[in-house]
């Protein structure tokens, strides 16, 4: 940012630059965190599996022997993932999008998919613009994916399985923890999404939704260009999906 100032004028310039983001973990890497046939014959579904924790999931799954069904929103980035599963093992897309899951769950039932296990990764940009104390669109847009998304892709999800059981990893965040007031609409519909979560438990036998807390993790939505503390992806998310994959032991592959 700069100061300018001319005959007649005097302002401010600000400039930036997208941050290219952390390189993702080596293959050999990823293997070490997972037993190779921990999840053989497992096909989770990962939504939203084309960038950060969905993708670091996808690379863990498909390494401990699951086939993971990707779900993406656009393809050419689902391309790119699907690439770095591959390299550990197996792996298939299947477009899915949280706002309006109809079409995806079609997709599912027309692929036959009989997995246990789903990943709810969905997320829109976190880090945004502050201009005002409370920002409506900013929460609708929130509440749009972690409650409103969740809620329908769960319910389609159970309809789909039709009586079987269902387990759902849906990531909350330490921020909840924290009065922090550059995410004040994230920390409210996370909050929500919370208590959705606990509902859902109540109505629902055979649901089982797994809501942990996590801390910063170094993904493309937390780079910043100054240092803050944060957590490589794949070491936080290795014992969870090793929870989440051994909650149904009756799973079957696709």
């Known amino acids: 940012q700069m100061a ?18 952390a390189e993702p973990a080596a293959a050999a890497t990823i293997r070490s965190l997972v037993p190779s046939e921990a999840f053989r014959g497992q096909s989770p579904l990962i939504i939203g599996a084309t960038s950060g924790l969905g993708s670091v999931s996808a690379r863990l799954l498909a390494a401990g022997g699951a086939c993971p069904v990707l779900g993406y929103r656009d393809y ?11 390299q550990l093992g197996a792996g298939k897309p299947v477009p899915f999008d949280a706002t309006d899951p109809a079409e995806g769950l079609e997709e599912l039932a027309a692929m036959g998919w ?3 296990e789903v990943y709810y990764f969905a997320s829109p940009r976190i880090f945004r613009r502050r201009i005002e ?11 749009r994916i972690f409650v409103d998304g969740f809620y329908e892709t769960v319910r389609g999800l159970l309809e789909l399985r039709d009586g079987e059981a269902l387990t759902i990893f849906y990531p909350s965040t330490t921020a909840l923890d924290e009065a922090t007031a550059e995410l004040f609409e ?7 999404g919370e208590e959705l979560c606990q509902r859902l438990r109540e109505k629902f036998s055979l649901l089982t939704i ?4 996590l801390p910063r993790l170094a993904t493309r939505q937390t780079i910043t260009f100054v240092k803050v503390p944060d957590k490589r992806p794949e070491v936080v998310m290795a014992p969870i999906v090793r929870r989440v994959q051994a909650s149904n032991s009756s799973s079957s592959p696709p």
């Open 186 to 192: 994230y920390r409210i519909a996370k909050q929500a």
């Open 114 to 116: 009989s997995g246990n």
């Open 210 to 213: 797994i809501s942990d807390r």
């Open 4 to 21: 300018v100032n001319g005959p007649g004028f005097a302002g401010t310039v600000a400039a930036f630059t997208e941050h290219p983001g």
């Open 76 to 86: 050419a980035s689902v391309d790119a993932v699907l690439g770095t599963v591959l």
């Open 133 to 143: 104390p409370y920002q409506a669109e900013d929460l609708r847009d929130f509440l």
